[in-house]
Nanobody
């Protein structure tokens, strides 16, 4: 069974940086799209950034220019470099892996989440 293991969350001051990592284990195939979602207090869950196995990326508007998503050569490890952090970035960040819609095999996998708190 595939598991996503996250690390890198913590408490930082505004303007600081964090680097989140997500490692997929137990998969015999290349995961099509891996990314990060977040949910702050009183907010709906939203996509922060995602990257496909082919290298196509997408970002939520408020993090463009501040966050960078990347995958390693094995394609099943993803990182999120977060710079110039703001209090509004405070949220639980969850790693996700899914296939393209309508494509077999079907999968939609979630990590346990890691807390990011930006506060002075």
């Amino acid at each position: 069974q595939v598991q996503l293991v996250e690390s890198g969350g913590g408490l930082v001051q505004p303007g600081g940086s964090l680097r989140l990592s997500c490692v997929a284990s137990g998969s015999a195939l290349t995961l099509w799209r891996m990314g990060w979602y977040r949910q702050g207090a009183g907010r709906e869950r939203e996509l922060v950034a995602a990257i496909t196995s082919g290298g196509t990326t997408e970002y939520e508007d408020s993090v463009k220019g501040r966050f960078t998503i990347s995958r390693d050569g094995a394609k099943n490890t993803v990182h999120l470099q977060m710079n110039s952090l703001k209090p509004d970035d405070t949220a639980v960040y969850s790693c996700n892996a899914r296939n393209r819609m309508g494509i077999v095999p079907k999968y939609n996998i979630w990590g346990q989440g890691t807390q990011v708190t930006v506060s002075s």
